[in-house]
T-cell receptor
Framework: EAQVTQNPRYLITVTGKKLTVTCSQN?????MSWYRQDPGLGLRQIYY???????DKGDVPEGYKVSRKEKRNFPLILESPSPNQTSLYFC??????????FGQGTRLTVV | QQQVKQSPQSLIVQKGGISIINCAYE??????FPWYQQFPGKGPALLIA?????SEKKEGRFTISFNKSAKQFSLHIMDSQPGDSATYFC??????????FGQGTELSVKP
């Protein structure tokens, strides 16, 4: 089954404790991206990657890092999480110019 | 700055009625306008999409109307059903492949 898998689905952490949210896709897509969803703000792009070892900032990259060492994986790293990063996060993948497939989401709470 | 503005933020419709969600974009060459549907606890999923050389696209009860000169597009859901209750996002894709999302509309269809 074609899918984008994120882990964990839910995470509560404390300010400053490094965390990683994993994202994996099995569709051989070149394009992967991370979004955060906040009420009234829609989905905002954090980082994206057009292929292995190629990553770039989206609209709200501050406080986040990503890497793309393999085509299927695109982890999101929060080196020092803060409460304003409490949000619902989505990973998405697509072939260039084609429809985007989204993961199930990761609800992160930073206290 | 690339922006997509979506309204209304929330919408309540009676079963069998028509749901209408509007989006407007500004100042850029977008080449693809998708609508995504998101159920609680799930990631967004592509519902229907249109390219700017077409003024209308219909798939079952869902229709996109596109007005290129006004830079506006809308989603119409005919014969709305309680199962259509979800959050809807319009989006616009730029020529670099980036999706820019509207703020989202929470639709509730009452039986």
């Amino acid at each position: 089954e074609a899918q984008v898998t994120q882990n964990p689905r839910y995470l509560i952490t404390v300010t400053g404790k490094k965390l990683t949210v994993t994202c994996s896709q099995n569709m051989n897509h070149e394009y992967m991206s991370w979004y955060r969803q906040d009420p009234g703000l829609g989905l905002r792009q954090i980082y994206y990657s057009m292929n292995v070892e190629v990553t770039d900032k989206g609209d709200v990259p501050e406080g986040y890092k990503v890497s793309r060492k393999e085509k299927r994986n695109f982890p999101l790293i929060l080196e020092s999480p803060s409460p304003n990063q409490t949000s619902l996060y989505f990973c998405a993948s697509s072939l260039m110019g084609q429809r985007a497939f989204f993961g199930q989401g990761t609800r992160l709470t930073v206290v | 700055q690339q922006q997509v503005k979506q309204s209304p933020q929330s919408l309540i419709v009676q079963k069998g009625g028509i749901s209408i969600i509007n989006c407007a974009y500004e100042n850029t060459a977008f080449d693809y306008f998708p609508w995504y549907q998101q159920f609680p606890g799930k990631g967004p999923a592509l519902l229907i999409a249109i390219r700017p050389d077409v003024s209308e696209k219909k798939e079952g009860r869902f229709t996109i109307s596109f007005n290129k000169s006004a830079k506006q597009f809308s989603l119409h859901i005919m014969d709305s059903q309680p199962g259509d209750s979800a959050t809807y996002f319009c989006a616009a894709r730029n020529q670099g492949g980036k999706l820019i999302f509207g703020q989202g509309t929470e639709l509730s269809v009452k039986p």
